[in-house]
């Protein structure tokens, strides 16, 4: 049997790899380190992450030694955990010196915040700066699952954020296709991307309406993850996929449309979500669906007044060509209900007035079932993505009335956010437990630009 200094030979050998502990002092390991070193390695210090030079006493260069103390501490955490990924070093080993049931989350958090707090968008750049960091984990075989999943959330995230931050001419609907077929490569999925032909035919005259005015075709994307012996009542994470949104001949300002690309967070967080769910091999029946189109001016464009019919026959007149991506989510919505599920949550950068609501830190929740939406809430409240309930009630229902057709897509100027919900509302069935996530607010930094919300909650909650 290898005792404990030889396991420290043993595992860390390259001279490029760098130790991060604690200063737990309670640890065989950190105390075998201690006396290595010297006692270097003391209990109590101020700041949160202190280095020692191993000098050649070990193949590693240096050692980061962890505050234990401030680890319990939410604030101090988070500046630990920014250190430690920001560490300069491009090889990393994280080394489980906890050996506590009670530091779970913060050795997956930590695992998260590691890829998280690296993350850099350059593969447009003809010259990256930043070179991707290898990070390593040594500990216990029980903490393992632990340290995966918050590997896995931080991947998953950062994949997210990729197809945020992708331009419309590196990532239209037909791209955002073939993306999620890759993940057929998973056990357990099953992709189906339909065509424009194939929609036409399921009489989805909202999402066409939308994609009226594109050069691209609309594609409807399904993904479904089957983790159970059987594949019986299935979950829809439905994702709203505009590409990109000039606002059509509601034209947004040149202000309001940079950034648009930004429209099709939705889709980039179920699609995202849903690779996570794989690759934990979690024991849950997952469906991701995703309309995918831009929003744009051409000669076929729809405009105001005009009158589109969804797939279950309800017409709507337009008020808003800017209105769009609830058009493509009535269609969704419908869809995913026509696969099986009887429980739907739907997300997407909807409307600037839960914005002006909520602001850049939580998102916004609509729900015919309150049940349901608690469910929810408790696994946002475990991943720190503040949702909060919003209502929909038949005041904001009325502003949807239209004299021409069955609804508008859009009400008055006031209680936005509560009158698009309303709008998605109409397309559910009576018997449909349902979400509304508008996540507007929440799914760009203006520092950071994309920042992957939802993606956690969403796996979380099939835990």
């Known amino acids: 049997m290898i005792d404990i200094k030889e396991q420290v030979e043993f595992n860390f050998t390259k001279e490029d790899k760098n130790i991060v502990i604690t200063n737990n002092m309670d640890n065989v390991l950190v105390k075998e380190l201690n006396t290595i070193f010297d006692n270097k390695i003391i209990s109590d210090f101020d700041e949160g992450v202190r280095v020692i030079h191993t000098l ?33 070093e491009n090889s990393v ?73 992708t331009p419309y001419n590196y ?21 189906r991307i339909y065509d424009k032909a194939e929609i036409e035919e399921m009489n ?15 594609k409807l994307i399904s993904v479904k993850y089957k983790g159970k012996a059987k594949y019986e009542d299935p979950v829809a ?17 040149p202000v309001s449309m940079p950034g648009m690309k930004v429209d099709m967070a939705g889709a980039a967080a ?71 599920a009887k429980k739907i949550i739907d997300t997407a950068t909807l409307t600037g007035a839960m914005v002006a609501a909520l602001g850049f830190q939580t998102t916004g929740a609509f729900t015919n079932n309150k049940e349901f939406l608690n469910k929810f809430i408790s696994a946002s409240e475990k991943t720190n993505e503040h949702v909060w309930h919003m209502p929909i009630t038949k005041e904001y229902r009325k502003e ?3 004299k021409v057709a069955d609804m508008t897509n859009k009400g008055g100027r006031y209680g936005g956010a509560s009158i698009a919900a309303a709008f998605i509302e ?18 760009v930094d203006k520092k950071t630009g994309a920042t992957g919300v939802m993606v956690k909650t969403f796996t979380e909650f099939f835990m």
């Open 426 to 443: 109409k397309f559910i069935d009576k018997d449909t437990k349902w979400i509304h996530l508008d996540i507007a607010g929440t799914s």
């Open 56 to 88: 050649g006493k070990m193949k590693a260069e240096k050692i980061y030694i962890v505050n234990f103390s401030h680890l319990k501490c939410k604030c101090k955490r988070e500046k630990v955990f920014k250190s430690i990924a920001n560490i300069k």
């Open 270 to 340: 179920v699609i995202s979500a849903i690779e996570a769910i794989a690759k934990l091999k979690l024991e849950a029946n997952v469906m991701a669906i995703v309309a995918a189109t831009d929003n744009r001016i051409g000669d076929g464009a729809i405009v105001p007044d005009d009158v589109l019919t969804s797939a279950n026959g309800q017409t709507i007149e337009i008020i808003s060509t800017d209105a769009e991506g609830r058009l493509t989510l009535a269609d969704a919505v419908w869809f995913a209900q026509k696969e099986g």
């Open 171 to 191: 990532l239209n609907a037909t791209d955002l296709a073939n993306y999620a077929k890759k993940l057929e490569r998973y056990e357990n999925i099953e992709v």
């Open 93 to 165: 080993v994280l080394v489980d010196t906890f050996q506590n049931d009670i530091y779970e989350t913060i050795m997956q958090e930590m695992a998260e915040k590691l890829l998280t707090e690296n993350y850099k968008f350059t593969k447009l750049k003809s010259k990256p700066k930043t070179k991707d960091k290898d990070f390593f984990f040594y500990g216990e075989t029980k903490i393992y699952d632990v340290v995966k999943k918050g590997f896995v959330y931080g991947e998953m995230i950062n994949k997210c954020r990729d197809l945020v931050n």
């Open 400 to 402: 949807l009335k239209s």
């Open 237 to 253: 994470l439905v994702g709203k996929g505009v590409m990109y949104d000039t606002g059509g001949y509601s034209l947004k300002t």
């Open 204 to 218: 989805m005259g909202a999402f066409l309406g939308v994609n009226k005015g594109s050069l691209d075709e609309p």
